[in-house]
């Protein structure tokens, strides 16, 4: 058996400059820490077995150099050198080396292409693609974790197959198109052979067909001409009554016009009297404007004089009240002066009694020298002894003094105070008044300004709803008269239009109750975005006129014959052939049914008939794509229009919208055109009374400044009267509350002077009393000597009439003064009131002066608003006559439009029958001319002595679509001259209707028996030679192309099974050998005998096309799925796959990585026996472990260590085991030495 040997390596990822891995056993074992490089070996393995940068953990190829996972690479290249020796230890040296972003390959030595290479490998057998010699870390969970699809994707790459797989999918596709191809040539043939016998069938009924068409036309000819025959009889009779009918409205016309002059005339003359009545109504509304401005300002000027006048009144009033005031204050003073003098007399009267009482007391006691001279000796000693005494006497005696004059001042301050006080009362009372008067004039004016706002708020409000309104209004005008602008067309239309209204009126007039109206003015859309549809599909019956009857019908075609007017469209409601709706198309995705979106008016019960006359089944899409598809791509075609007026007819014709169209889908908003006028009408009269409404702002403007001067007067009011109880009121109210105060502090101080001085009286008593003893003591013998009982005697006698003096002295004096201050108050007041009496006349006459120019000007103004009235007043009258005349006018028109409408009735009476005749003559015209044109139509072989049937042409009912008028057809198909010998005599004798009708009746029977057999009978291939030689030769070359096919896909089938029989032979030779080995590896794995893994194919005819189940039975436990098994039963599971596809394709050496990493210990164990005695008789075994359990039953160990410089770099060591036994006594373990 051949082994590996030793691999070399140099600069390859970990593994730093040239270094050996190996030699290695047959079953050796690598381990270390992790980290360290282990992988890092598979990995070298991996790439000198040829495997791409991408299984080998990077992205490219130069990553595998050491140091350049940190960009560091040592070198530019590196190498990995595999060492195998054969079975004769013949060695083979397999090296690849990194050069740039390429590899190069040798073998022994000598540079190979990689896929020489890969083919040296595969004779060792080692195949690249299987990778049947390297099991990657992960590689066993992944293959446990496999479900059937991506086993089957295994056992292909194992097999092989997988190479065949594209060639199997193309060849296969080929076949399919085959087959199809051949398929869809034989349904060609089938049907062209089936083509073939239907036209011999069709040859015969064509021939039997012609025949009965030949003999239809013949009745069909008898029948025309039969009916062309007696209708020109009964046209000729028609003619000449309609002469006669003609000639009397002819008559009866000429009286209507002399009528309608008259009317004419009258009107001229109306309009004429209502211009100048307009004329006058617009001069007094311009007099209303003057005067409205005349009387505000009459108004104002009055109000301002009364404002004056009333200001005068106060002030004189005031002036009035000053004066009574002074008065007083002139009484009061005059009385302060006679009291003053009489104060003065008092006191000199007094002076004369004093000095006469004087003389008299010199009288009474007379000293003598010597005895004078000895009392004022003892006197003095007297002085000298009650000198101490004398001093506090004296001192206490200034003092009482002094207490007695601040008691006078006192009392006087009193006596001032109470007179200040009863002062600052009357004017408190003043202020009070006052402020009273202008509360009250302030309440007064409150309430005339609410009085005058309320006014205003209400005429602001009535003026505000009219200026809104008035908006309202001419926004609705505009929009209405944009809307009648937009309505009309250009003069000729309205010309032409305006004279088929007319007509139109007229027909409503007469026939009020079975004329009903244009159809476009009894209906409309439900919405807007369907107008240009509905009018698409209405075409011309858009302007058709709605009638109950077609007698009714034909009456109106009379009488718009007889107008010579356009053209007019008729729907007569009883004679509409109107076919039943197909309820099915209400169902249609995306579309309605046209007579859904139409909605009809009220006046006509019987509209919607007339609605689903005119619609029938079309429909209504919103976009172009909807319609085409509801038109052209259901089971049947069907009518549709889009909004955009699009329409596909049945037939495939698709018609466009256009401007002519839009045009036309106008007329839905034009139709309400007499009620916008009226509308204008309507805003126009209500405009004009707002206008009216709109003179009231100069009452406003008058209400506002009343307002405005109440206002200002109150506020100047309010002003003063704040003055007045803010600030006058309380500082009176101060200034009496502060005279009080002082009143009362006077009142105290003179309670307590009054006290104190009874005090110093009695001390006065006292020292007078020790001084009298002393006296009397000095005295004793003096006043013995003069004869009386003391020295007092004689001095109080003397001294009691000087104190009574002196205190009378003071009283004079003290009330003199009282008196002074008092007048020089009073005149100081009046000085005052003088001052204010000036102002208040001068203002007075000031004011007059204003109220007298005020009054000039007001005089002016009613002057002028009297003339105003006086004018205005002309003119109402005027007005009044103007309006008689008017009346007048209206009355005598009237008159003549009834004259007038008494004689168009009899117009109309007359014209009535002539219509009738006309319209009879109108049918029978019709009637030739239809007979005419379904000759012509058919084909009929009728025989014209003059003229030609090619002149003979359709009559369309749309005026606006055709040039030619029915007149014109009439005429031309009058020169017709008609050959009727054809004709049966026995038919042509005829001349009562009876018998008419009863013969028509016969030949329309005969006709109609012969198209029901024609009918009945399927109408046959009339082309059925011409196409018996097309469809001999579509046969031919049908089944030429039916055997080619069939030649290709035979071919194609061949090719098919020997691709399939290549790839089924390789999976299943694969398959096989794993399915039979796969039990015996997975006993041997357990242990077990009793152990089961089968392998079975879902698709066992071509099993890479379905998935492969792998299913064990692990000892002791009953059959379950892999989901099932535990995770160590699922690595021995997958351990045996793997080795069971191994043995598919044998390899020398085998490579694991980490296979025992989901095992347990009792699992390792079963594994390393099974791995030795494989290594031992069929392949060697290499694995990187890191289980003791695992590599401590190995041959050989290749211990992998780092070691960290600039970057990590991975070295070797080994260890031979050969020659330490495995211990028997523990199966997973082995005495092992110091390593």
């Known amino acids: 058996m051949g082994y590996l040997k030793q691999i070399d390596v140099e600069n390859f990822k970990s593994w730093k400059g040239k270094q050996t891995i190996g030699p290695f056993k047959r079953f050796s074992c690598i381990i270390g820490t992790n980290g360290s490089g282990k992988s890092n070996v598979m990995d070298a393995l991996g790439f000198v077995m040829g495997e791409r940068a991408s299984s080998l953990r990077v992205k490219q190829t130069k990553d595998l150099i050491y140091g350049a996972h940190v960009n560091k690479p040592v070198s530019r290249t590196a190498s990995v050198t595999m060492r195998y020796c054969s079975d004769n230890d013949e060695e083979t040296i397999f090296s690849r080396t990194i050069s740039g972003e390429s590899s190069e390959y040798r073998v022994n030595g000598r540079q190979v292409t990689p896929s020489r290479y890969t083919a040296e490998l595969e004779k060792i057998g080692v195949v690249v693609k299987a990778r049947n010699c390297l099991v990657f870390q992960g590689t066993v969970e992944s293959i446990a974790m496999m479900n059937a699809k991506e086993r089957t994707k295994l056992f292909e790459r194992i097999s092989n197959s997988i190479e065949l797989a594209n060639e199997y999918d193309a060849k296969l596709a080929a076949l399919h198109n ?44 008898q029948l025309s001409l039969f009916q062309l025959y007696h209708n020109e009889r009964g046209i000729n009779a028609l003619v000449e009554t309609l002469r006669e009918k003609q000639e009397a409205v002819t008559v009866k016309k000429s009286v209507v016009e002399e009528w309608e002059q008259t009317v004419k005339a009258q009107k001229k003359e109306h309009g004429r009297l209502s211009r100048e009545l307009q004329k006058l109504e617009k001069e007094i509304k311009s007099q209303e404007e003057t005067l409205n401005h005349q009387r505000p300002q009459y108004i104002k000027a009055k109000v301002n004089t009364s404002h004056h006048q009333r200001k005068v009144e106060e002030v004189h009033t005031s002036l009035l009240k000053t004066q009574r005031q002074q008065a007083k204050k002139e009484q009061e003073l005059q009385e302060l002066k006679t009291e003053l003098a009489e104060l003065e007399k008092a006191w000199r009267v007094f002076e004369a009694e ?12 007379q000293l003598e020298e010597a005895q004078l001279e000895r009392y004022k000796e003892l006197k003095e000693l ?14 206490l005696h200034r003092e009482v003094k002094a207490d007695r004059e601040k008691l006078e001042f006192d009392k006087r301050r009193e006596s001032e105070v109470e007179i200040n006080i009863k002062h600052a009362e009357e004017h408190l009372d003043e202020l009070n008044r006052r402020a009273g008067k202008l509360e009250e004039y302030s309440i007064t004016s409150n309430k005339a300004l609410d009085e005058q706002r309320e006014r205003e708020r209400c005429l602001r409000q009535m003026l505000e709803r009219g200026r809104v309104r008035m908006l309202e209004l001419n926004e609705e005008l505009g929009v209405v008269g944009q809307e009648l602008q937009s309505a009309r067309m250009d003069s000729q239309e309205n010309r032409r239009q305006q004279r088929r209204d007319e007509i139109f009126q007229s027909l409503c007039r007469l026939y009020p109750d079975v004329v009903y109206g244009r159809l476009m003015d009894l209906c409309q859309p439900i919405h807007k975005k369907y107008q240009l549809a509905v009018t698409k599909v209405f075409g011309h019956y858009m302007n058709a006129i709605v009638v109950s009857s077609a007698k009714v019908a034909r009456d109106c075609i009379q009488i718009i014959k007889e107008e010579r007017a356009e053209r007019e469209t008729f729907l007569p409601i009883d004679n509409l052939d109107v076919k039943p709706l197909n309820e099915r198309l209400r169902e249609v995705r995306g579309a309605k049914m046209v007579v859904d979106v139409v909605q009809c008016s009220q006046k006509a019960p019987q509209l919607k008939r007339v609605v689903q006359f005119v619609c029938g089944n079309s429909l209504v899409c919103e976009n172009l794509k909807d319609a085409r598809r509801v038109a052209f791509d259901g089971p049947e075609r069907l009518k549709t229009v889009s909004l955009d007026g699009t329409l596909f007819s049945k037939s495939g014709v698709i018609s466009g919208g256009s401007v002519h169209l839009r045009h036309k889908a106008r007329r839905w908003e034009e139709k309400d055109m007499n009620g ?64 009080q105060s002082e009143l009362s502090n ?15 009286d009695s001390r006065v008593s006292a020292l007078q009393d020790e001084l009298n003893h002393m006296e009397d003591t000095v005295f004793s013998d003096f006043c013995a000597e003069i004869g009386v009982a003391n020295i007092r005697e004689y001095e109080q006698d003397y001294l009691r009439q000087q104190g009574e003096i002196e205190n009378k002295r003071l009283q004079f004096e003290s009330q003199r003064t009282r008196l002074n201050t008092q007048l020089e108050y009073e005149q100081e007041q009046l000085y ?39 004018k205005l007043q002309d003119l109402k009258n005027k007005q009044a006559e103007q309006k008689s005349y008017v009346n007048k006018a209206k009355a005598d028109l009237d008159k003549r439009i009834s004259g007038l ?35 012509k139509i058919e084909g009929l072989p009728l025989t014209v002595l003059s003229g030609t049937l090619d002149d003979i042409s359709d009559i369309q009912l749309d005026s606006d679509s055709v040039s030619i008028t029915t007149q014109d057809i009439y005429e031309r198909e009058e020169q017709i001259l008609i050959d009727y010998r054809p004709l049966g005599d026995h038919l042509k004798s005829l001349t009562e209707e009876q018998e008419v009708m009863t013969q ?84 041997d794995l357990c242990r077990n005998n009793s152990a089961q893994a089968t392998l079975s194919a879902e698709n066992p005819d071509e099993p890479y096309l379905g998935g492969i189940s792998y299913n064990c039975v692990a000892p002791g436990k009953r059959f379950m799925s892999m989901d099932n098994l535990s995770g160590g039963e699922k690595s021995i599971a997958a351990l045996a796959l793997v080795f069971a596809i191994h043995s598919f394709r044998p390899a020398p050496f085998f490579v694991l990585d980490e296979v025992d990493a989901a095992l347990d210990n009792t699992n390792i164990g079963k594994v390393t026996s099974f791995i030795r005695e494989q290594s031992r008789n069929n392949f060697q075994v290499i694995v990187i472990s890191l289980k003791e359990e695992f590599y401590s039953r190995s041959d050989a160990l290749l211990g992998v260590y780092s070691e960290f410089d600039d970057c990590m770099s991975s070295h070797l060591l080994s260890l031979d085991l050969t020659p330490y036994p495995i211990n028997d006594e523990n199966g997973n373990e082995r005495e092992m030495g110091m390593m």
């Open 676 to 739: 916008l006028k009226e509308r204008k009408e309507q805003l126009s009269a209500e405009l004009r009374e707002l206008i009216k409404l709109k003179r009231k702002e100069a009452e406003l403007h008058q209400i506002t400044a009343q307002a405005q001067g109440i206002q200002t007067r109150l506020k100047y009011s309010n002003s003063e009267l704040g003055s007045v109880r803010k600030k006058n009121i309380p500082a009176c109210q101060s200034e009496i509350s502060r005279l």
């Open 746 to 760: 006077l009142k105290s101080q003179i309670e307590m002077q009054t006290n104190n001085l009874k005090v110093n």
């Open 1000 to 1083: 028509l009746e016969v030949l329309r029977e005969k006709v109609s028996s012969l198209e029901r057999m024609i009918h009945m009978s399927k109408p046959p291939n009339m082309k059925a030679l011409e196409k018996m030689i097309e469809v001999k030769d579509t046969f031919r070359g049908v089944a030429d192309a039916f055997e080619a096919s069939a030649s290709v896909s035979k071919k194609c089938y061949q090719e098919f099974e020997q691709v399939k029989s290549m790839r089924f032979h390789r999976f299943s030779q694969c398959f096989e050998h794993v399915s039979v080995s796969i039990n015996h590896i997975y006993q």
């Open 901 to 935: 409408q008494e004689n168009s009735r009899d117009l109309v009476k007359q014209q009535k029958e002539m219509i009738s005749v006309e319209t009879a003559l109108e049918h029978q015209r019709l009637c030739k001319h239809n007979l005419l044109l379904g000759c």
């Open 382 to 395: 007297a002085r000298k002894k009650g000198a101490v005494l004398l001093q506090k006497a004296e001192k």
């Open 832 to 870: 005052k009131q003088h001052r204010l009496i000036s102002k208040m006349e001068d203002s007075i006459k000031k004011e007059e002066e204003v109220i007298l120019m005020l009054k000039e000007d007001e005089k002016k103004l009613l002057a002028a608003v009297d003339e105003s009235q006086v």
């Open 354 to 365: 004093i000095a006469e009482r004087a003389a008299q007391r010199g009288e009474d006691v």
């Open 178 to 221: 085959a087959k199809e191809d051949t398929w869809f040539h034989f349904n060609r043939k089938r049907a062209a052979a089936a083509e073939k016998k239907q036209v011999f069938k069709d040859k015969t009924e064509a021939e039997k067909y012609q025949a009965l068409l030949e003999q239809l036309n013949e009745s069909k000819l």
